[in-house]
């Protein structure tokens, strides 16, 4: 009962001698973003008056102490210092500010002989404590940090990596939080393997600034496939596309689709194809829903465990092939050259009734080619007028290739009937052609001629192109000189029958 007795009466005559001297107030209490430590701020209005501070932290736990008290971890005889770091290891125990809040109070003392007398110890002031995590299938970095008590601050997050520019931004502090926590999801969109380091920063209404300790986060490298491509868009023989693709096996992919798209306009019409995780080397998909004639983007799309597309591969393409008239004479192709080949060399072919391709010619660096065909209406050596012609991809060169082919649609075209009739012939012409009645023709069916006198008889018919009128009678005598009418009758290449007729003069000395 004595010893409670003379606590109180101690207890008393202190906070009597405490309230004769001014209360230090403290500004911030932070952590030194290179150190690591909590670094205390305060002021006094009149330091010329008091001899020194004491600082004191909150102990959890240490040799000699009540857990859960203020004990004094720092003891400054120097009135002009307002700023101390917390290195203080006394009581067995040091500030842990990465992993507990510690909490600060600062008190000024005056030397009274061999005693100190000190004053009332100044409102607490806390660190803050940051916590963050990376959420892989959000790809989103996810921070929170516990508020400093006894103050009402605004807070900032400060946010560097990778050895760029800082960004500082406001945290919006909600107004009943049941954890104690202040949170924010900061969400980033930036490449794989990167390292993000985040604090947080309280802004006083004193002005002074307070931050948390530094906390760094990685994320979490994710093992894309080494080899994820697709070699070749081909047209094949039942007229479907077949897409050679490689992909690896890898830990991090679940699943694996080939994306083929078609550009509508500025959007894409976009459907999928599933793939082996693993292909094991080359691997050919037949996709039977492509149109040959459309050209496509075809790439490969890897699946994380989240259900979203870790990495796409780069996008291959069809050989897509046109083919117009250009004249009465030629044919002219069109067609893309993929991408990823740089110095393209193409072979073009002429495609048979039977499927059999006729090399026409080989280009380099070019899109396009004319087919000429005036050999062929010279010679009357092609009746039917469908021409049909296939583009091979043969460049081996480009390492987006791997020495794969491609073959384009094959694309046909009809082309009109062309007839040149001659309008006279001579028997005794130097020319052996000028000494016959031939028309050069070309692209026609069912070729009929027939030759008749002005009083309408006929002399000549015949249904083989390549056989002409000598302007004889059955007997070899010659017809008189004289003017005299053709009838030419034929098909088209898609069965319309047609008619040309005139006048042709036999001319020669008799």
Not at 209 to 225: D, T
């Amino acid at each position: 009962m004595r010893f409670t007795i003379i606590v109180i009466m101690l207890f008393v005559s202190l906070q009597i001698s405490a309230q004769n001297l001014q209360t230090p107030e403290i500004l911030s209490v932070s952590v030194d973003t290179v150190t690591g430590r909590p670094v205390v701020k305060w002021q006094i209005n009149d330091p010329s008056l008091i001899d020194g501070y004491v600082v004191k932290r909150l102990i959890y736990d240490g040799v000699g102490v009540m857990p859960d008290t203020y004990n004094n971890v720092a003891v400054i005889d120097d009135p002009s210092v307002t700023e101390w770091v917390d290195n203080s290891t006394d009581y067995s125990t040091f500030a842990d500010p990465e992993n507990r809040i510690e909490i600060y109070r600062v008190a000024a003392f005056v030397n009274d002989g061999a005693q100190k007398k000190y004053s009332l110890m100044s409102d607490e002031m806390s660190t803050m404590q940051i916590f963050a995590d990376y959420d892989k299938c959000s790809n989103s970095f996810n921070i929170s940090s516990t508020y400093i008590k006894g103050v009402t601050p605004e807070y900032y997050c400060f946010r560097t990596g990778n050895g760029g520019a800082g960004e500082r931004f406001a945290i919006e502090m909600p107004s009943n939080n049941p954890d104690g926590k202040n949170h924010l999801d900061y969400q980033h969109f930036d490449e794989h393997f990167a390292t993000r380091s985040f604090s947080v920063e309280a802004v006083l209404s004193n002005g002074q600034s307070a931050f948390s300790p530094i906390i760094k986060l990685a994320v979490p490298e994710i093992k894309i496939p080494e080899i994820m491509k697709v070699h070749s868009v081909s047209v094949n023989d039942q007229n479907t596309l077949d897409i050679t693709v490689n992909v690896s096996e890898s830990q991090d992919v679940t699943k694996t689709v080939l994306i083929r798209r078609l550009a509508v306009g500025s959007d894409y019409e976009t459907d999928t194809l599933d793939l082996p995780v693993n292909t094991n080397g080359n691997y050919v998909i037949t996709d039977p829903n492509a149109n040959p004639s459309a050209r496509y983007d075809y790439l490969i799309a890897v699946y994380g465990e989240c259900g979203t597309p870790l990495e796409f591969s780069y996008a291959a393409q069809n050989i897509v092939l046109t083919v117009s008239a250009d004249d009465a004479t030629s044919n002219h192709l069109l067609w893309n050259n993929p991408p990823g080949f740089s110095a393209s060399a193409f072979s073009i072919f002429s495609v048979d009734d039977n499927g059999e391709r006729n090399l026409l010619d080989n280009v380099t660096m070019e899109t396009e080619y004319t087919h000429s065909l005036s050999n062929i209406i010279a010679n009357s050596n092609d009746n039917t007028g469908n021409f049909c012609y296939q583009v091979l991809l043969s460049d081996l060169s480009s390492s987006s290739s791997d020495n794969a082919v491609q073959y384009s649609n094959i694309v046909c075209v009809d082309r009109e009937p062309v007839l040149f009739v001659p309008n006279a012939i001579n028997p005794d012409a130097d020319i052996l052609d000028n000494r016959y009645f031939r028309p050069r023709s070309g692209f026609l069916n069912d070729y009929k001629m027939n030759i008749y006198n002005k009083r309408g008889e006929l002399l000549f018919s015949t249904t083989d192109i390549s056989e002409g009128w000598d302007g004889k009678n059955r007997s070899g005598k010659l017809y008189p000189p004289d003017a005299y009418v053709y009838v030419i009758t034929y098909k088209t290449s898609s069965g319309k029958t047609k008619q040309q007729s005139g006048f042709v003069n036999l001319v020669y000395q008799q």
